[in-house]
Each structure stands twice: as structure tokens, then as C-alpha cells.
T-cell receptor
Framework: DQQVKQNSPSLSVQEGRISILNCDYTNSMFDYFLWYKKYPAEGPTFLISISSIKDKNEDGRFTVFLNKSAKHLSLHIVPSQPGDSAVYFCAVTGTGTYKYIFGTGTRLKVLA | NAGVTQTPKFRVLKTGQSMTLLCAQDMNHEYMYWYRQDPGMGLRLIHYSVGEGTTAKGEVPDGYNVSRLKKQNFLLGLESAAPSQTSVYFC??????????FGPGTRLTVL
């Protein structure tokens, strides 16, 4: 049973518009959430994170929102650029555990 | 700094053969991880280590063994490869923060 779900395998967005990627989790014990970006033939790279004591974290064009009651987080990219085209993974972890659980990924394509 | 490196980048094995994947990090990180990535499955944790000389099982440990004899290295072994182990393998390390740093991956095919 998947504890972390990214229900949209793919997403296409026009350059300059907003990209919204979603992630749902099942266990309320998770208290730290991360987004990674992966280009083909490369390893994932860390993008942005948020702890459960916050509901929003911004870093330039990237904003992560956390809704603890819904067990849902989202990544907003504004404005989207062609170089943002990649696979995005959400990951979760909890205090006292060294393990991370990853979602299945969403492939974002930003159209020029 | 090279960050996290993985050796080899590609490998083709026959069923029953053995091999070792090497992960090295130069960031003095305590924690190291081995994941496999399969289509539609995301990244699944195989084994991890919280320090030199320690290892622990992850989500999908069967058919794999690991060793962390030196802090900077984390080895993943396949004793008798099976076609189900065809995958892309990623190593990651983590220091005091929560973000992991990943290597470039090893693409393994088992025939």
C-alpha cells in the first residue's frame, strides 16, 4: 500500500504559466516533506522542503504548500520555464526515522 | 568536491552472476542510502546506513547485501543476480540536514 502518492504521472504547462504538482501521504507521523527534481540519466537533486510546523515555504520561483489536515502537499512553479521540464518526486520522512518514502513522480513538460 | 559518485555507470549481468556497486561520498556525511528506481514505482529504499560499520534494511532488501566499512563508501552487493533486479540504482548521502544528495545512478540489466 503506497504511503505517498503522486496521482498525476504527467503534466504539460505553457511557458510562463504556473505548474502545480501534487502529493498525498497517509501517515500523520510524517513531519518533513521534500521535493526533488530529476533530469534523464541523472540522479535526483533537492529542490525545496517544508517541515510540519509551517504551511508554506518559498524559494524563488518555487513554493511548497502543506495542508496537514488533508495530508497533502503541493509544489508551485511560477513562472514555469522550459528548463523546469523534468520528473518531480515528493519525499516524506519523520522525526526519529532515518528513512524516506518517495512518491512515484510526476513528469512535467513545459512547452515553449 | 565530487559529491556522490557511483561505479559503474552501466552493467549487464547474466542470471546468477554476482557484482558489487560502489558508492563514494566526499562530504563526510553520516547517512548513506541505496535506492532502486523502476518505471511507475518511484524510488524504493533497499538498505541504508546511519554510520560507519552500521547497516539496516529498507523497503526492498531481499537479494541484496551492503557494507559500510569506511564512512565515505557504501557498497551494494548482488550475490546471485535475477532479471527482477534489472533497474536503475541510486546511492544517496545525508549530513546534518534533511536533504539527501544523490549520485548519478547505475543502470543494471540482468539477462
Amino acid at each position: 500500500d503506497q504511503q505517498v502518492k503522486q496521482n498525476s504521472p504527467s503534466l504539460s504547462v505553457q511557458e510562463g504559466r504556473i505548474s502545480i504538482l501534487n502529493c498525498d501521504y497517509t501517515n500523520s507521523m510524517f513531519d518533513y516533506f521534500l521535493w526533488y527534481k530529476k533530469y534523464p540519466a541523472e540522479g535526483p537533486t533537492f529542490l525545496i522542503s517544508i517541515s510540519s510546523i509551517k504551511d508554506k515555504n518559498e524559494d524563488g520561483r518555487f513554493t511548497v504548500f502543506l495542508n496537514k489536515s488533508a495530508k497533502h502537499l503541493s509544489l508551485h512553479i511560477v513562472p514555469s520555464q522550459p528548463g523546469d521540464s523534468a520528473v518531480y518526486f515528493c519525499a516524506v520522512t519523520g522525526t526519529g526515522t532515518y528513512k524516506y518514502i518517495f512518491g512515484t513522480g510526476t513528469r512535467l513538460k513545459v512547452l515553449a | 568536491n565530487a559529491g556522490v559518485t557511483q561505479t559503474p555507470k552501466f552493467r549487464v549481468l547474466k542470471t546468477g552472476q554476482s557484482m558489487t556497486l560502489l558508492c563514494a561520498q566526499d562530504m563526510n556525511h553520516e547517512y548513506m542510502y541505496w535506492y532502486r528506481q523502476d518505471p511507475g514505482m518511484g524510488l524504493r529504499l533497499i538498505h541504508y546506513s546511519v554510520g560507519e560499520g552500521t547497516t539496516a534494511k529498507g523497503e526492498v532488501p531481499d537479494g541484496y547485501n551492503v557494507s559500510r566499512l569506511k564512512k565515505q563508501n557504501f557498497l551494494l552487493g548482488l550475490e546471485s543476480a535475477a532479471p527482477s533486479q534489472t533497474s536503475v540504482y541510486f546511492c544517496a548521502s545525508r549530513g546534518g540536514g534533511n536533504e539527501q544528495f544523490f549520485g548519478p545512478g547505475t543502470r543494471l540489466t540482468v539477462l
